[in-house]
């Protein structure tokens, strides 16, 4: 494996909880499968004859001895016996995973989706392989549909998932986004320098993953990383310190005054607004100091000066879906329902899993009565807001769990 490739595995201790999950959680995982599956992946409890049992057996057996390519064999030959097999594509992919090799770990965990489209975890794994084999697009989605269902306890799993999901965000430019998933791992005070350099990568609006990032530009963002660590985590003297230190060193690189400004908000507005500004000077294209000026005039009630922001925001950024949520809320705010419709329908159509985009869209519908509408939306702000909190959890300090899997190069 070379330094140049974001690993997602988290060495044999994920291989181990991967293999673990197929004997112990099969009853856990096909208890809650639709009633209206389709009729082949219900023969999955018929058995076709001894030597599908004698393979199984020996695959069982080659793998608790470590004879991965053995036991590898076995299953392949108990596949052929019975295609609808869900647990031996769980083995299978794992066991091509854990030797790198992704296009048949991808193959073997679709195949598994396939059949149990509920199993979180191979969603998970399914979305890792993607992400190994670049196929970005399709592996978000994966990622994002595992953590939607759960991993059932495997904190192995979530977290290289997590992971993975906030670099895919990033390198999409979706930055406010990647920094609400990192803030994730306050939930286990996971600080690993991987962790620290992906907050890095947000607060520096850079839309590259770890391995593409210049070596002059290193330190920068691990500098960056700290801070936005430490903001997450809510530890509000070692984040002021750690901006210092960026400020300090890094006057005049873009993004910087930005970072620092959104750091200020809950603090001091008009401190904020003043790094907004700075921003501005460096980089004048900056839509995101541009969006967040216009929050800002909103919140103050001020909508003559935060429209004309709002607008820009989304001229020079349409698919960024907090420039469409604060443009529809200002239109609202200004009686212009049917724009404002437009633009939050637009954002939530760009963030379908931000629930202040359903939120903000059930407003709008109330307004313009479209109340069943406004339901709907209400009820999926409701839902994505109880994931999001389940997910978040508490933020505890102190060090990381010495046995939660770390993502690594």
């Known amino acids: 494996m070379t330094a140049s490739t974001v690993h997602a595995r988290a060495g044999s201790l994920l291989l181990a909880g991967l293999l673990l999950a197929a004997a112990v959680g099969a009853q856990a995982q096909t208890s809650g499968r639709s009633k209206t599956r389709r009729a082949p992946a219900q023969t999955q409890t018929a058995r076709p004859g001894p030597a599908f049992d004698q393979a199984v057996k020996a695959g069982d057996e080659a793998r608790q001895a470590n004879h991965l390519s053995e036991a590898l064999e076995h299953y392949l030959k108990a596949l052929k016996l019975r295609p609808t097999w869900a647990e031996g594509w769980w ?3 794992a066991i091509f995973y854990e030797a790198d090799r992704y296009p ?4 073997a965990f679709r195949n598994l989706v ?3 489209p509920k199993r979180g975890p191979a969603w998970g794994m399914l979305g890792l392989c993607e992400f190994q084999t670049r196929e970005y697009e399709r592996a978000i989605v994966s990622l994002q549909r595992g953590r939607a269902i759960g991993f059932g306890g495997n904190e192995e799993i979530a977290s290289v998932v997590r992971y993975h999901t906030a670099l895919l965000y990033i390198r999409f430019e979706q930055f406010e986004v990647a920094f609400d998933i990192l803030s994730e791992f306050m939930q286990t005070g996971n600080d690993s320098p991987k962790v620290i350099e992906a907050f890095g990568l947000t607060l520096m609006r850079m839309p590259s993953l770890p391995a593409e990032v210049p070596p002059d530009k290193h330190e920068q963002v691990m500098t960056a990383g700290r801070a936005g660590f430490f903001m997450a985590a809510r530890r509000t003297d070692e984040a002021r310190a750690a901006f210092d230190a960026l400020l300090k060193r890094y006057p005049n690189e873009p993004n910087v005054h930005y970072a620092y400004g959104v750091y200020l908000m809950n603090q001091d507005a008009d401190a904020a607004l003043k790094e907004f500004r700075r ?3 460096i980089s004048p294209s900056h839509t ?5 000026m216009a929050f ?5 009630g001020e909508y003559d000066t935060a429209l004309p922001l709002a607008e820009k925001g989304v001229r020079l950024a349409p698919k960024m879906y907090p420039a469409r949520n604060v443009l529809g809320r200002v239109l609202l705010e200004v009686g212009q329902t049917e724009r404002a419709v437009k633009e939050l ?5 760009l963030a379908p899993s931000s629930p202040e985009m359903h939120f903000a869209l059930a407003r709008a519908y109330t307004r313009a009565g479209r109340q069943a509408d406004a339901a709907r939306e209400r009820e999926l702000f409701k839902q994505l807001q109880e994931q999001y909190n389940a997910r978040r959890g508490p933020r505890p300090g102190g060090d990381a769990d010495d046995n939660q899997p770390k993502p690594k190069p």
């Open 91 to 93: 083995n299978i992919g």
């Open 104 to 107: 048949e770990a991808r193959d």
């Open 114 to 116: 396939s059949l149990d």
């Open 279 to 281: 921003e501005l000077e």
């Open 288 to 292: 995101a100091a541009i969006v967040q």
């Open 296 to 300: 800002e005039y909103l919140k103050r």
């Open 345 to 349: 329908e637009e954002g939530v159509r």
